[in-house]
């Protein structure tokens, strides 16, 4: 078991990327706090730790309020002993044009997105280096390195993470907490169906957007959890400061188009 004995925080992890690292994360070993707003969600993802025969407990936690996320951070370490694993993956999108959003629309995107992990690491850190040292794992995105049509205040948040993210490997590296991120491309989560569902024809602006991913298909939120452990793991001892990307090799190409590439090849 590749987390036997440690403790892991994962935020929104209720469903989607986070739900699939909860369990995937169990699977290793890990003891989790399941972390997310929907009590509900949360609740149904220990449920399924707990029938697997993993450990974890639900903390109904905004992780935009820093009184609920120091003391979900405190709660878990009274009750476990230890904290070694910070995964900052609660996440939410907007598609809006900047003109378009109001200015509590984009503080919440802020929050949720950015300041969340500000006051997640402010109060995990002091555990981490009373205990020798941790990991810290932010959830970025490919719209970290480049733009992406009508989602400005969801790619500069998804910007600044990554940079907050390397900034932070440095200043705790001494204390032997690594800090990475991962930036997923499109995954297939409760997120983008939402999304794809809210623009008419669901099946058709998926197949349009599977055709631009070189692999040809949306990920799953479990090929994401795989990246996420192997982060988190000893496997990866020597690694701070990367965004680590996972993306099918959307990223690989300025312009890709599979029904084009396919007529190549055959
Ligand atoms: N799905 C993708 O294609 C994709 C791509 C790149 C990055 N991401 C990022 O991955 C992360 C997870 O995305 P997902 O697609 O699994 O989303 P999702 O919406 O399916 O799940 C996110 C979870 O976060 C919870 N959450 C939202 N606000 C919260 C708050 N204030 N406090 C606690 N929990 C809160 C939600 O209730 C939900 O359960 C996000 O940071 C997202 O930006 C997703």
């Not at 699939?20 to 399924?48: M, N, P, Y």
């Not at 990991?135 to 940079?163: C, D, E, H, R, W």
């Not at 440095?170 to 999304?195: F, K, Q, S, W």
Request: hydrophobic share 45%; charged share 25%.
């Amino acid at each position: 078991m590749r987390l036997r004995g440690k403790v892991a925080v994962i935020t929104g992890a209720g469903r989607g990327i986070g739900r699939a690292s909860a369990i995937r994360f169990a699977e290793e070993g890990a003891k989790v706090t399941v972390v997310d707003i929907r009590c509900d969600l949360g609740e149904e993802t220990v449920q399924r730790i707990r029938d697997a025969g993993g450990e974890a407990h639900h903390a109904c936690t905004d992780v935009t309020k820093e009184d609920e996320v120091k003391a979900m951070l405190d709660d878990t370490v009274a009750r476990w002993g230890r904290l070694d694993i910070l995964f900052n993956n609660a996440g939410i999108v907007a598609v809006k044009f900047l003109e378009e959003m109001s200015e509590a629309e984009w503080d919440r995107l802020m929050n949720v997105n950015v300041k969340s992990v500000f006051l997640a690491v402010k109060h995990a850190v002091g555990h981490m280096r009373k205990q020798g040292g941790g990991t810290i794992l932010n959830t970025a995105s490919i719209g970290s390195f480049v733009g992406q049509f009508k989602t400005p205040a969801y790619i500069a948040s998804k910007g600044a993470v990554m940079l907050l993210t390397k900034s932070l490997a440095l200043d705790y590296a001494a204390d032997n907490i690594r800090v990475n991120c991962v930036c997923p491309g499109v995954v297939d989560t409760p997120m983008v169906r939402e999304h794809l569902e809210a623009s008419g024809d669901a099946d058709a602006r998926a197949r349009e957007r599977a055709a631009r991913i070189p692999l040809g298909r949306f990920l799953t939120s479990e090929e994401i959890a795989q990246a996420a452990l192997y982060l988190v793991s000893d496997e990866a001892a020597g690694v701070t400061g990367v965004a680590h990307v996972v993306d099918g090799g959307l990223l690989a190409s300025f312009e890709y188009d599979g029904s084009w590439a396919a007529k190549e090849k055959h």
